[in-house]
């Protein structure tokens, strides 16, 4: 079964506004950590954003923060000041349980920057 | 720079070649992962190693395996190349107490 779902296949944002991009999970475990991905055409991951199943605070790092809605077992990404480089698949992943390491991934969002 | 790498960016095989893909880290990680990633499925973990010698089927195993002899080397084998394992492949690696992956930069793998 699908654990990870973005419903979103493709999403559009004017240059400097914020996007969210919407991710959900499925998971009985009380200890996961989620995370969002970045992968531009070229083809690389890059690691934007970890939460942590514990945290008490949502997860923030430069213009990404992570809306973390744990009762609704959501976990938003939020791009603000969009930017046109900012144009990429974008990947939530989910690990669970506290020992283990490999990651599930969702389908993705193509997400453009219109200038 | 730490670094994973993926031995070929590009690769053509055709039907019922054995296909090896290789990947190295230098970053000494205990974990090593192989996914692949279609259009639409996002990235599908296949096999996933906690150690040297040690494998773990991931969601999609089949027609696939994997060795792992050396820390730093994780190789993904396709006993019996078929076309609809014409994908990219994605490796990763991680430390066991680290949380997030390094990946390589991906195979492109067709079969014809």
């Known amino acids: 079964a699908q654990k990870i779902t973005q419903t979103q296949p493709g999403m559009f944002v004017q240059e400097k506004e914020a996007v969210t991009l919407d991710c959900t999970y499925d998971?009985?475990?009380?200890?996961?950590?989620l995370f969002w991905y970045k992968q531009p055409s070229s083809g690389e991951m890059i690691f934007l954003i970890y939460?942590?199943?514990?945290?008490?605070q949502n997860a923030t790092e430069g213009r990404y923060s992570l809306n973390f809605q744990k009762a609704r077992k959501s976990a938003n990404l939020v791009i603000s000041a969009s930017q046109l480089g900012d144009s990429a698949m974008y990947f939530c992943?989910?690990?669970?349980?506290?020992?283990?390491?490999?990651?599930?991934f969702g389908a993705g969002t193509r997400l453009t920057v219109k200038p | 720079d730490v670094k994973v790498t993926q031995s070929s960016r590009y690769l053509v095989k055709r039907t019922g070649e054995k296909v090896f893909l290789e990947c190295v880290q230098d970053?000494?990680?205990?974990?090593m992962f192989w996914y692949r990633q279609d259009p639409g499925l996002g990235l599908r973990l296949i096999y996933f190693?906690?150690?040297?010698?040690?494998?773990e089927k991931g969601d999609i195993p089949e027609g696939y395996s994997v060795s792992r002899e050396k820390k730093e080397r994780f190789s993904l084998i396709l006993e019996s190349a078929s076309t609809n394992q014409t994908s990219m492949y994605l490796c990763?690696?991680?430390?066991?107490?680290?949380?997030?992956?390094?990946f390589g930069s991906g195979t492109r793998l067709t079969v014809v």
């Open positions: 990763a690696s991680s430390s066991r107490q680290g949380r997030g992956y390094t």
């Open positions: 998971t009985s475990d009380p200890s996961y950590g």
């Open positions: 939460q942590g199943s514990y945290d008490q």
């Open positions: 992943a989910m690990r669970e349980g506290y020992n283990n390491n490999d990651m599930r």
């Open positions: 970053m000494d990680h205990e974990n």
């Open positions: 190693s906690y150690d040297v010698k040690m494998k």
